[in-house]
C-alpha cells in the first residue's frame, strides 16, 4: 500500500521527487503485523511539506529487522523546518497515529519512539515500531 501511494503521488507531483522503499532482507513480512497506513501519514508529510518547491526530490524509507521492534526510518531531502518547534499533537496525522502506537504498546507489551530531526538539508523521522508476531 505504501509503495502505491508513493507511486501515486509521484505522479500527481508531476515527477518532482523519486522515493525508495528498503525491507531489510531479515523481515519475512507474512510473520510481521505492522497496522495498515500507521507510516503514510510522515511520508505523506514528507511529500506535501518537504517536497514543495523541490525539483529533485527524494524520500527513502527504510524497514530494518528486529527482534520486538521495527525501526523505520522516512528519509527526504526537502527544505527541512525548526524540528525543536514540532508539535506532534498539532498535526493531525502524527497525533492518530501516535495514538495508534499507544494502543498497539498496550496490546503488544512494548514502547514505541518517534524522533524527528530536521536541517535545511532534509528531514529524517524515526520509529521504532513495536511488532506483534503472526502465529
Known amino acids: 500500500m505504501l509503495n502505491t501511494y508513493c507511486e501515486l503521488e509521484s505522479l500527481r507531483f508531476a515527477d518532482r521527487f523519486n522515493y525508495d522503499i528498503n525491507v531489510d532482507d531479515e523481515i519475512i513480512a507474512s510473520n510481521i503485523m505492522i497496522p495498515s497506513m500507521l507510516i503514510q501519514p510522515f511520508v505523506e508529510n514528507a511529500i506535501i511539506h518537504g517536497m514543495k518547491g523541490n525539483k529533485d526530490g527524494f524520500i527513502q524509507i527504510q524497514f530494518k529487522g528486529g527482534q520486538s521492534h521495527i525501526p523505520v526510518t522516512i528519509l527526504d531531502n526537502g ?37 524527528v530531526n530536521s536541517t535545511e538539508k532534509g528531514t529524517s523521522i524515526h520509529l521504532n515500531i513495536p511488532i506483534q508476531q503472526n502465529s
Open 79 to 115: 527544505k527541512g523546518f525548526d524540528s525543536s518547534k514540532i508539535n506532534i499533537q498539532k498535526s493531525l496525522g502524527m497525533s492518530i497515529t501516535q495514538k495508534r502506537l499507544k494502543f498497539l504498546t498496550s496490546s503488544v507489551g512494548s514502547e514505541y519512539d518517534i524522533s
